[in-house]
């Protein structure tokens, strides 16, 4: 398992390509700019699979329905994140009001303890409601990927919708 990181977007969120033996290629929260993240696959001559969502806001999906259309990737989200797909006000895209966002459809709906697999890889799907209803991390060989889940320190924001601090 190879792991590339971007810092991506507005409010730089961190970007994951998680590339297999095969060259097969997961991208972990695609923030924005989807050329970017096309152009890292292309330089690790990796080709997108999948899309894997830590939750549903728009800093971590900005660049989902782009990928999705260009390469044919599956998008996987948690269930309670769904309606965050198309809807700007539950994803919090209406705070950046120069930000674009484009709604996208999920393939995957995951819950508690699934497993996704790409070749080798097996990440697991650990719930984490808190920051979103659908908050996940990602855990895989000996790396978890936690979206907003946590922050050095600190816990992701809880006062946007579905958010809950307890």
Not at 14 to 39: E, R
Not at 77 to 90: G, P, Q, R, V, Y
Not at 92 to 119: H, M, N, Q, W
């Amino acid at each position: 398992m190879e792991i590339r990181t971007l810092t991506l977007g507005q409010l730089d969120t961190n970007c994951y390509i998680v590339i297999s033996a095969a060259g097969n290629a997961a991208v972990i929260d695609p923030a924005d700019d989807a050329q970017k993240i096309l152009d890292a696959l292309k330089t690790e001559n990796a080709e997108l699979k999948m899309i894997l969502l830590t939750h549903g806001h728009f800093d971590h999906t900005g660049a989902v329905a782009q990928l999705k259309e260009e390469t044919g990737a599956k998008v996987y989200l948690h269930e309670k994140d769904e309606c965050m797909t198309d809807d700007t006000i539950k994803n919090v895209a209406y705070l950046c009001p120069g930000f674009e966002y484009k709604p996208y459809t999920a393939d995957k709906l995951l819950s508690e303890g699934d497993i996704i697999r790409l070749d080798e890889i097996e990440f697991s799907v650990i719930n984490t409601p808190g920051h979103t209803a659908g908050s996940v991390m990602f855990f895989a060989e000996n790396c978890i990927f936690a979206g907003d889940t946590i922050f050095e320190g600190s816990v992701g924001r809880t006062d946007f919708y579905s958010g809950d601090y307890t």
